[in-house]
């Protein structure tokens, strides 16, 4: 996998991940920190001019470093159940193909403390290049399942006990209205078509943020980041009250 840009690969560096890495002939104060991480963690480096280094993030923008890691860590999904430290946490990502939604939800659920994101195989954005560059480095954070079907995956969560709770714009209940404080998923569908019919009907809830404007809706990222936090809300709340 090709990660670039200084934020990925100094995560990718510190989660013991990179395998090779490739800098610019220059370089300021932050790439010589990731030099300095490299080197401490015995890192192979090559020195490869602008063009060179371009090429090999296809035109993205690399910041003067690519490096060369390991694919994320697999986990199943009763593995990122099990492994909660409470009350499971999961998102659930039906068909997200955007790169830099990807990495902007998986950036938004390492700061919310999800304990893993479950996403599908195939129709879904790649994990490296854009995807990792977005989630400044949180790529390298999250523990991800990736499996072939999402609706078996929710049935999964089901016989786990966890509560699936899918965001739809049209829903009747608010997000809010939800107890998060449950062992929870929270589903998320596809850029414009939003859920799937099949991952819809397996959700035990299905919940909308409610709008006020003039637009209808909001990125799918956008509305990661809302449902999530009023997720940690409420359960901040509920150890504050247990406390």
Same mark, same amino acid.
């Given at each position: 996998?090709?990660?670039?840009?200084?934020?990925?690969?100094?995560?990718?560096?510190?989660?013991? @991940?990179?395998?090779?890495?490739?800098?610019?002939?220059? %370089?300021?104060? @932050?790439? @010589?920190?990731?030099?300095?991480?490299?080197?401490?963690?015995?890192?192979?480096?090559?020195?490869?001019?602008?063009?060179?280094?371009?090429?090999?993030?296809?035109?993205?923008?690399?910041?003067?470093?690519?490096?060369?890691?390991?694919?994320?860590?697999?986990?199943?999904?009763?593995?990122?159940?099990?492994?909660?430290?409470?009350?499971?946490?999961?998102?659930?990502?039906?068909?997200?193909?955007?790169?830099?939604?990807?990495?902007?939800?998986?950036?938004?659920?390492?700061?919310? %403390?999800?304990?893993?994101?479950?996403?599908?195989?195939?129709?879904?954005?790649?994990?490296?290049?854009?995807?990792?560059?977005?989630?400044?480095?949180?790529?390298?954070?999250?523990?991800?399942?990736?499996?072939?079907?999402?609706?078996?995956?929710?049935?999964?969560?089901?016989?786990?006990?966890?509560?699936?709770?899918?965001?739809? %714009?049209?829903?009747?209940?608010?997000?809010?209205?939800?107890?998060?404080?449950?062992?929870?998923?929270?589903?998320?569908?596809?850029?414009?078509?939003?859920?799937?019919?099949?991952?819809?009907?397996?959700?035990?809830?299905?919940?909308?943020?409610?709008?006020?404007?003039?637009?209808?809706?909001?990125?799918?990222?956008?509305?990661?980041?809302?449902?999530?936090?009023?997720?940690?809300?409420?359960?901040?709340?509920?150890?504050?009250?247990?406390?």
């Amino acid at each position: 996998m090709i990660v670039y840009g200084i934020n990925p690969v100094l995560e990718a560096l510190r989660a013991g @991940r990179v395998k090779e890495l490739r800098v610019s002939e220059r %370089g300021g104060d @932050r790439l @010589r920190e990731l030099l300095a991480t490299a080197h401490e963690r015995h890192v192979p480096v090559k020195r490869l001019s602008q063009d060179a280094l371009a090429r090999q993030a296809h035109g993205g923008v690399h910041q003067g470093v690519v490096a060369d890691v390991d694919d994320v860590e697999e986990f199943s999904v009763e593995e990122l159940v099990r492994g909660a430290k409470a009350a499971p946490f999961i998102v659930v990502l039906d068909g997200i193909e955007d790169p830099h939604n990807l990495g902007a939800i998986l950036r938004t659920c390492d700061a919310a %403390g999800v304990d893993g994101v479950v996403m599908q195989t195939r129709r879904a954005a790649a994990l490296g290049g854009a995807a990792a560059k977005a989630s400044a480095g949180a790529v390298s954070h999250v523990k991800i399942a990736e499996v072939v079907n999402i609706a078996r995956a929710i049935e999964e969560l089901k016989t786990l006990n966890v509560w699936t709770v899918g965001l739809a %714009g049209e829903a009747t209940q608010s997000y809010d209205a939800i107890d998060f404080t449950a062992p929870t998923a929270i589903v998320l569908g596809a850029e414009g078509a939003g859920l799937r019919r099949l991952v819809r009907e397996r959700c035990d809830f299905v919940a909308a943020i409610p709008m006020f404007g003039h637009v209808d809706s909001l990125n799918v990222s956008v509305a990661a980041g809302v449902t999530l936090f009023e997720a940690v809300r409420q359960r901040r709340l509920r150890a504050g009250q247990q406390g």
